[in-house]
């Protein structure tokens, strides 16, 4: 799988858990300590983050990191 396509899936299900849970981009952000606009950068794939994030964020979205990766 090309790391784009990766990017993307990976954000789609930042964004589904994210909005499971009723939390705002802004909120997500706050709570895994990242900028504000962070958030939709992942949810769009347009980056490709560290590993210390993928483990903050399924902190915060309250699952495993493998719920996250596609």
Aim: with cysteine.
């Amino acid at each position: 799988m090309e790391s784009r396509t990766l990017a993307i899936e990976f954000g789609k299900r930042v964004r589904n858990k994210r909005k499971a849970l009723g939390i705002t981009q802004e909120n997500l952000a706050l709570l895994c300590k990242f900028d504000r606009t962070y958030g939709g950068i992942i949810e769009r794939g347009e980056v490709n983050i560290t590993l210390e994030k993928v483990y903050r964020l399924a902190a915060v979205l309250e699952c495993d990191v493998t719920d996250l990766l596609p």
